[in-house]
């Protein structure tokens, strides 16, 4: 397992341990393809719901949702630095502060229906609430992880 830091280091160690606990077999790859950590990470999800750990479903929802959005600017050869320069943004690329309004210009750019492009709002719900999972001390419930898989699902069926 190759990292370039402790965080680094400590994140993938826990997302390999977490997986193997909740079994999943062949859960870290290196070199794992875009599309590839997408389905991990919705299988991750869902398995979250079965096991009731809404939290960390909620936060693997995110991050599924997050890497088809990365994954589809990346293939599209979206100039990130350069649309942060033209939006006067000093953000670093692919931050997650970002990211909704990068993919409504990327896919607004490629064609995409308004009416599709509006429904990626929820892509700031689903941070919102992995946010909330991860660092306050309320805890998200089933109903919200139902939701958030919802709006996983729709995020994916727009961003191809």
Request: charged share 30%; with cysteine.
């Amino acid at each position: 397992m190759e990292v370039t830091n402790k965080n680094s280091l400590f994140c993938a160690v826990s997302l390999e341990y977490d997986l193997k606990i909740i079994g999943l077999k062949g859960y870290y790859q290196t070199g794992m393809a875009f599309a590839d950590k997408v389905a991990e990470n919705k299988r991750v999800a869902e398995k979250c719901m079965e096991m009731k750990a809404y939290n960390a479903g909620v936060t693997r929802a995110y991050y599924s949702a997050f890497l088809r959005i990365k994954g589809y600017l990346t293939d599209k050869e979206f100039d990130y630095k350069d649309f942060l320069q033209k939006k006067g943004l000093d953000d670093r690329v692919f931050s997650h502060g970002t990211l909704q309004l990068a993919i409504v210009t990327c896919l607004m750019d490629n064609g995409k229906s308004l009416l599709d492009i509006y429904e990626l709002k929820s892509l700031d719900d689903l941070y919102k609430r992995r946010r909330r999972a991860d660092y306050e001390q309320d805890n998200i419930i089933e109903a919200e992880l139902k939701t958030s898989l919802k709006e996983l699902d729709r995020i994916l069926a727009i961003v191809v």
